[in-house]
């Protein structure tokens, strides 16, 4: 059986207590090792007589995997666990993010400026130039990260609180790569009518909308809506935040491989929000087999139960009007994208597809096909996960394009804005791409920069963007 990768979102921090011999240590690196978990860092001993303290570090894969290595501990002689924390958890106890005041306030002059009375002011001139709010307020650099909690991730609809860690993530993510000032906002309702008035409402304190984790095919509507209705960037991260990132992955992924966009077959596994933007995106680069499959199998124009936005799919689609489940479609397929759920895809159905198959399995936390299954058939793999090589992450994506979008002063968020900013960061890449190096890491310092300023120049070519 193929041990799954231990990942740092299932990692212990322990203190254990062993006696003070040699080899006591050695016996629980073994144990731990024997279960299939990494230890990744021993902080040092402490001696206490006969005993001696360390707190050390253990990647698992799993909550069962946690408790298997917390059982093989147990059972070692001479050890105690004196402590047992799983690191997501504490990292998240509080919060993650917080408010800080960028101008100081140390004296009673400085009251007197940043509030009551010199803050009159500053409210007149924006009254008088209602402008002015982009660039004296923190419209000038904040987003709102907007969510009912209907398709969290790969955990479905979990409802507006458990999304919250989640928008509290992207709200780091926005600050730590392209320096945007980002609040989530969990609303506890799921009609589109209300998400609809509620962002509205909004405007005047944000320069940007990002609508996060919003089942379809509500969010293409709510989208839709708020875009033409707002006069601030309006981004479904989910849709056209995957697209991006997908797109430029595919880009580097076609040139390992020596195959042509247009020549190829295509399956696609998830024809949610994020399917189908990936798809209109792939279809706008020039492919043309394309088959798509949700939980209900291959998408075709003779089902009943399809809504209008995979109606459109399938209309768009699967031109040899082919039906049955994924296996019945995949053989012969150059690439699968999957943004669906976890074990769709079989060896087998890899085996099947041609040679140097492209197979980016994105589900999360688990992906379509465990990458280890596949290392050997799989010409490139790319997942979801930051744990594996070639991560589809839309933090690639979102920091940059608002970025540009706001320095820019974009009303909106055109098609060309995004294609711009997948060529970017397809081309970050440069000169080190590999099958293991198709897209640029999170933590690529280039990234960010790259698609801000491709961002930001074609919003200024599209003629969107207010006058400074």
């Not at 399938?314 to 031109?319: D, F, G, Q």
């Not at 060309?416 to 900013?421: E, S």
């Not at 698609?451 to 963007?465: E, P, Q, R």
């Amino acid at each position: 059986m193929t041990r799954q990768t231990p990942s740092p979102a299932f990692s212990i921090r322990t203190r254990l207590s062993m006696v003070n011999e040699p080899g006591t240590l050695g016996r629980v690196a073994v144990a731990i090792g024997d279960v299939g978990a990494n230890i990744t860092a021993l902080e040092g001993f402490t001696v206490h007589g006969a005993v001696l303290h360390d707190d050390i570090t253990i990647y698992c894969y799993s909550l069962d995997h946690q408790n298997e290595v917390r059982q093989a501990i147990e059972d070692l002689e001479g050890v105690e666990i004196l402590e047992w924390d799983d690191r997501v958890h504490s990292l998240h106890e509080g919060g993650k993010i917080a408010v800080v005041s960028k101008s100081e306030l140390t004296d009673m002059d400085d009251l007197a400026m940043l509030y009551t009375p010199g803050v009159a002011r500053e409210c007149r001139a924006i009254a008088a130039d209602p402008a002015r709010s982009f660039t004296h307020t923190i419209r000038k650099n904040t987003v709102a990260i907007v969510s009912d909690g209907t398709a969290v991730l790969g955990l479905g609809n979990i409802g507006p609180r458990a999304a919250m860690p989640v928008m509290e993530g992207k709200a780091q993510l926005f600050k730590h790569f392209g320096g945007v000032d980002a609040f989530p906002i969990c609303i506890d309702t799921t009609d589109p009518d209300e998400i609809v008035s509620l962002v509205q409402k909004l405007e005047p304190t944000f320069g940007g909308i990002n609508l996060e984790d919003i089942a379809a095919p509500q969010a293409f509507d709510i989208e839709e809506r708020l875009a033409a209705s707002m006069d601030i960037p309006v981004f479904h991260d989910d849709q056209h935040g995957t697209a991006i990132v997908v797109v430029a992955a595919l880009i580097n992924a076609l040139k390992i491989v020596g195959k042509d966009i247009a020549d190829i077959k295509l399956v696609t596994a998830g024809v949610g929000a994020a399917g189908i933007a990936v798809m209109k995106m792939v279809m706008a680069l020039g492919a043309t087999h394309i088959i798509g499959v949700d939980h209900a199998g291959v998408v075709h124009e003779g089902r009943e139960d399809l809504d209008s936005s995979k109606r459109w799919f399938a209309e768009n689609t699967n031109p040899d009007k082919l039906e049955g489940s994924i296996t019945d479609v995949i053989a012969g397929a150059d690439v699968f994208i999957g943004l669906s759920a976890p074990n769709v895809l079989t060896v087998d159905d890899v085996r099947s597809m041609a040679p140097n198959p492209i197979v980016f399995a994105m589900a999360n936390p688990d992906p379509e096909i465990r990458p280890e299954l596949i290392k050997d058939i799989a010409a490139v793999i790319a997942t979801g996960r930051s744990d594996f090589p070639n991560q589809i992450n839309n933090v690639l994506a979102f920091p940059g394009i608002f970025r540009g979008a706001l320095d820019a002063r974009a009303r909106k968020i055109t098609e060309n804005m995004k294609l711009a900013a997948a060529h970017a960061i397809a081309d970050v890449v440069g000169d080190d791409l590999s099958p293991v190096h198709i897209i640029p890491t999170v933590f690529d310092a280039l990234v960010a920069p790259a698609v801000a300023a491709a961002a930001s120049a074609a919003a200024i070519a599209d003629g969107v963007c207010r006058e400074a």
